[in-house]
C-alpha cells in the first residue's frame, strides 16, 4: 500500500499545524467581533500568541530531526528578521509578560446603502469602547441640538439607508495598514516556513493564503431604525429632564 506523504508529514507536525489553524480561528475571531472592542483584543492577544507558538511547537516536534532541525531554525531566523514578523513577536511578548494591548482606532458616522458609507464624519474610537460608543455620541449631540448631517435614519423608509458606523483598527509601527490585513499576511509568512519545512520532508502542498472577510461587512456596523429612534428619544428625555432642573 502506497503511503501518502503529506499524510506522514501532518502526523509528525500535527501540533505545528494545528497550532498555526488556531491562529487563523483568532483572525476569523477578530473580524467577526470587529465592533466589540473588548472582544477585538482579546482576539488580536490570541492570535499574537498562536503565531509565534507555531514556529516554537515546529521546533520542539523536530527537535531529534538534525537534517530539518537547521532548516527550521533557518526560517526562525528569517521571521524574525521580517519587520512585521518581529513587531509581532513583540507584541505577544508585551501582552504575555507586561500589559493589555491597545491598538490605534479610529472611525466615522455615517450612513449606507448598504456598500461604503455615502456620508459620514470621522472620530477617533477608544480602543476600550465598542462602536455602538460612537453612535450613541453622535444621536446625542443630535437629540441636544440637530441632525447636522441628516445620517441618523430613525425610520425605515423603503431608501435602503441605514445610520452606520465605519471602524478600523491599526497598530503604531504600520499606521497605513488595516490590522486584521496585518495579521492575515503575518499568518501567511508564517504558513510559508512551515510549508516550506514540511516541503522538504515530502509534503506536497500549494502556497497558502488567507482570504479575509468582505470589507463591507467587517469594517461596517449597521443600526436599525428602530433603534436609533429608541436612543434618539432616550436622550432628549435626558437632556430635557437636565434642562428643566436648571
Request: hydrophobic share 35%; aromatic share 12%; with cysteine.
Amino acid at each position: 500500500m502506497t503511503k501518502c506523504p503529506n499524510k506522514e508529514v501532518f502526523e509528525s507536525l500535527s501540533s505545528t499545524f494545528d497550532r498555526l489553524e488556531e491562529a487563523a480561528w483568532f483572525i476569523r475571531l477578530m473580524e467577526e467581533n470587529y465592533h466589540s472592542a473588548d472582544k477585538f483584543r482579546w482576539s488580536l492577544s490570541s492570535f499574537l500568541r498562536s503565531l509565534k507558538e507555531t514556529m516554537q511547537l515546529l521546533t520542539m516536534e523536530l527537535q531529534k530531526d538534525k537534517t530539518t532541525s537547521s532548516l527550521v531554525n533557518q526560517k526562525k531566523a528569517e521571521l524574525s528578521s521580517d519587520p512585521l514578523i518581529k513587531y509581532l513577536y513583540k507584541q505577544r511578548d508585551i501582552v504575555v509578560h507586561k500589559s493589555m494591548l491597545k491598538p490605534a482606532s479610529t472611525g466615522s458616522v455615517g450612513f449606507t446603502r448598504g456598500r461604503g458609507m455615502k456620508l459620514g464624519i470621522g472620530l477617533p474610537i477608544n480602543p476600550l469602547s465598542d462602536s455602538e460608543e460612537a453612535v450613541k455620541k453622535y444621536i446625542y449631540f443630535a437629540a441636544k441640538d440637530e441632525d447636522f448631517l441628516g445620517i441618523l435614519y430613525k425610520e425605515d423608509d423603503g431608501s435602503g439607508e441605514y445610520t452606520c458606523v465605519e471602524r478600523q483598527w491599526r497598530l503604531s509601527e504600520f499606521p497605513d495598514i488595516e490590522l486584521t490585513q496585518l495579521a492575515a499576511t503575518a499568518w501567511e509568512k508564517i504558513a510559508q516556513a512551515l510549508f516550506d519545512v514540511a516541503g522538504t520532508m515530502g509534503a506536497k502542498l500549494v502556497k497558502p493564503t488567507f482570504d479575509l472577510g468582505n470589507p463591507n461587512e467587517v469594517f461596517f456596523e449597521i443600526y436599525k431604525p428602530e433603534w436609533i429612534k429608541e436612543q434618539f428619544d432616550y436622550f432628549k428625555h435626558k437632556i430635557s429632564q437636565i434642562e428643566s432642573k436648571s
